[in-house]
Each structure stands twice: as C-alpha cells, then as structure tokens.
C-alpha cells in the first residue's frame, strides 16, 4: 500500500531534550516536506526536500533540522525543544513534476512539550 | 510573496443544499492550485488541483473548483452537500513559474453539513 508513515504518533517532552520524529514513503517521490498545524494557522511549512541530499526552509524553519540522506526518509530533529513547538506535524511526499503534482500525507505527530 | 487567504473560518450548510468554501490567493507567477480535505484525526488528503487549461477542475467525492484568474480565486463547490462532507478543507498554492518547493496553505475553513 503507498503510504507515508511517521512515527511516534503522539509525543510528551520535555523542554531541551533533543527529539526525532521520523518520516518515511515507498513511493518513490523525490520531494519531502514537513508542516506543523496550529489552530488558526492553517499548515506551514518548515522545511522540504528537492531530492536526496537537497533541503531548503520553509517559512518557519526556527528551532528545527532535517536530513534527506536517502530518497524514502526525511526525519525532522528537534535539538532543543521548546513549549512554542507544542503542534501538530505532519510529513507529506510527492513527485518532483515542477511543482505540479499532489501530496501525499502522514498520519500526523502530536508532539506535546513541556 | 506567496499568499493564500480562506476569508471563512466556517462554513454551515444544510444537507442536499449547494456548498462553497472560498479561497483567493497571491502569487507572482503562474498559480498551481490544491485543494485538500482533512477528516477529524487524520491527515490531509488531496481532492483536486488546478495546473493549466479547464478552468472548471472536476475532483474527489463530487467536488470541483473554478479558477478565476481575474479574481485570484479558487473556490471549492459540491452542488448537493452530504454529512460525510463535515471536515476541515485548505487551499494552497505555488508559484508555477519559479517552481520551487514552498507550498503555501491557507488557515482552512470548517465545513458543518447538517441533517
């Protein structure tokens, strides 16, 4: 089944200590991204992936890093959580056609820091 | 700068009544158009997509969206709301000319579809 996974789905932390949450798609897609979901807010993206290797921020990139060292996982670091990241994340994935094409979504991570 | 603006927080619609979820967007080339559909607990999923050509897109579950480009706008239409259409709906947008990865969302609109 295509399918974009994340893991953990729900997350209690406490503030500084460094967190992962990964993400990880079977179809292939060059392009990756992360977006986190604040009531109001609507989705904003913090950072994407072109392709293996290729990141590039988002519009709210602060406080957060990512790898794209191959093409099916694109985990989001979290060196020093702090309470203002307390948000729903989501992963989402797609052909790199020029921008043109859909994504695809996880399941989302509730991340809660304290 | 890219932006996409769903004046409505909410929108209430009686069942088997025509819907619409607004959405105008902002951008300095040519627009590439999404619509996505969030269900309570679950991610997003993708409904329909304007890229060129038709400009009356057709999608999921019944759903379409008319580009107009003199109006910068997108709207959402189903001509006869169920129940099951009761979720959280984002626009968002890209800019077609510089084609890079930055996709823009709206704040999303909650649409209620009552008995």
């Known amino acids: 089944e295509a399918q974009v996974t994340q893991n953990p789905r729900y997350l209690i932390t406490v503030t500084g200590k460094k967190l992962t949450v990964t993400c990880s798609q079977n179809m292939n897609h060059e392009y990756m991204s992360w977006y986190r979901q604040d009531p109001g807010l609507g989705l904003r993206q913090i950072y994407y992936s072109m392709n293996v290797e290729v990141t590039d921020k988002g519009d709210v990139p602060e406080g957060y890093k990512v790898s794209r060292k191959e093409k099916r996982n694109f985990p989001l670091i979290l060196e020093s959580p702090s309470p203002n990241q307390t948000s729903l994340y989501f992963c989402?994935?797609?052909?790199?056609?020029?921008?043109?094409?859909?994504?695809?979504f996880g399941p989302g991570t509730r991340l809660t820091v304290t | 700068a890219q932006s996409v603006a769903q004046p409505e927080d909410q929108v209430n619609v009686a069942e088997g009544n025509p819907l619409t979820v607004k959405c105008t967007y902002s951008v300095s080339g040519n627009p590439y158009l999404f619509w996505y559909v969030q269900y309570p607990n679950r991610g997003l999923q993708f409904l329909l997509k304007?890229?060129?050509?038709?400009?009356l897109v057709k999608g999921s579950y019944g759903f379409e969206a008319e580009f107009n480009k003199s109006q910068t706008s997108f709207h959402l239409k189903k001509p006869s709301a169920l129940v099951s259409d009761s979720a959280l709906y984002f626009c968002a947008v890209r800019d077609g000319v510089n084609q890079g990865g930055k996709l823009i969302f709206g704040q999303g609109t909650e649409l209620s579809v009552k008995p």
């Open positions: 304007y890229i060129t050509g038709d400009n």
């Open positions: 989402a994935s797609s052909f790199n056609l020029g921008g043109r094409d859909e994504q695809y």
